[in-house]
């Protein structure tokens, strides 16, 4: 690994290049904090990716890319004398001091909840109003529900044990199923978010992590269902001209291939 000085040395690097594109280059002059923010979303999505896929070599250029945008955004910060990168670095440094008091201060920690108590009672007494006001409004659904449920879940408003979480997913089927056979189309959807809403409660009681869950069943999907066009197409048939019973052969083929 670099040593602390090469890191710096590097880091230095990537500053004075970002200086020189943002002076020379007509793409780069152009960009501004609105133009980035879609194209830095999508690196995210695509760091996401190459943890999902353990790809190490991917999650190291995909974190090269999300540094270029951090550095980015400082220069342009920088342009309008509003920050730069020090004072990004600085804020984030001192943000981490005062959340970790078991660390740079006298409080007694005995385990990771109670930090993430801590974290969440820091904050309030921060200027926060509410512990939920961290939760960005544009995260996806099913990512804002299990924030929502670890923020709330840090100042104590969080179930026991697990089965009392499996005993209100049961009871929230329940609902669904009692509206679905009433054929109310309106409470149909509103008990089904409630379902889901339980379902990413529970999976935080059993230590998962839901989007990952569904990302990683997703893949195995993609990659079952892609093995299936392959064969037919090996068969010269197409799948419409197929019946359930000859592509579940090839689907349990897939499976076994896993």
């Known amino acids: 690994m670099n040593s602390r000085e090469d890191q710096l040395k590097a880091f230095d690097r990537l500053l004075?290049?970002?200086?020189?594109l943002r002076e020379q280059c007509p793409w780069?002059?152009?960009q501004t904090l609105q133009s980035l923010r879609?194209?830095?979303?999508?690196?995210?999505?695509?760091?996401?990716?190459?943890?999902l896929d353990n790809d190490l070599n991917e999650v190291k250029k995909e974190l090269?890319?999300?540094?270029?945008?951090?550095?980015?955004?400082?220069?342009i910060g920088s342009e309008t004398n509003d920050f730069d990168i020090a004072d990004v670095a600085n804020e984030i440094c001192e943000k981490l001091i005062n959340r970790h008091p078991h660390i740079y201060g006298d409080v007694h920690v005995n385990n990771e909840e109670d930090v993430k108590r801590n974290w969440e009672n820091l904050k309030l007494k921060e200027g926060k109003k509410s512990v939920l006001e961290g939760v960005p409004k544009s995260l996806p659904a099913l990512v804002k529900a299990s924030r929502i449920q670890d923020k709330v879940a840090g100042v104590g408003f969080d179930w026991e044990e697990p089965y009392q979480v499996f005993d209100k997913l049961k009871e929230e089927l329940e609902e669904l199923q009692h509206e679905i056979n009433m054929n109310n189309r309106e409470k149909i959807e509103s008990e089904f978010g409630d379902v889901l809403f339980s379902m990413i409660n529970y999976a935080r009681f059993l230590n998962v992590n839901p989007e990952d869950a569904?990302?990683?069943?997703?893949?195995?999907?993609i990659q079952r269902f892609q093995y299936l066009e392959r064969k037919a197409k090996e068969k010269n048939k197409s799948l419409k001209d197929m019946t359930l019973a000859e592509m579940d052969i090839f689907w349990e083929e897939a499976k076994g291939l896993q």
């Not at 090269?64 to 220069?75: K, N, Q, S, T």
């Open 16 to 20: 004075t290049i970002m200086n020189e």
């Open 28 to 30: 780069d002059k152009k």
């Open 38 to 51: 879609h194209l830095t979303i999508e690196e995210t999505y695509e760091l996401g990716d190459a943890i």
């Open 64 to 75: 090269g890319d999300l540094l270029l945008h951090i550095v980015f955004y400082a220069r």
């Open 214 to 221: 569904l990302e990683r069943t997703n893949k195995k999907f």
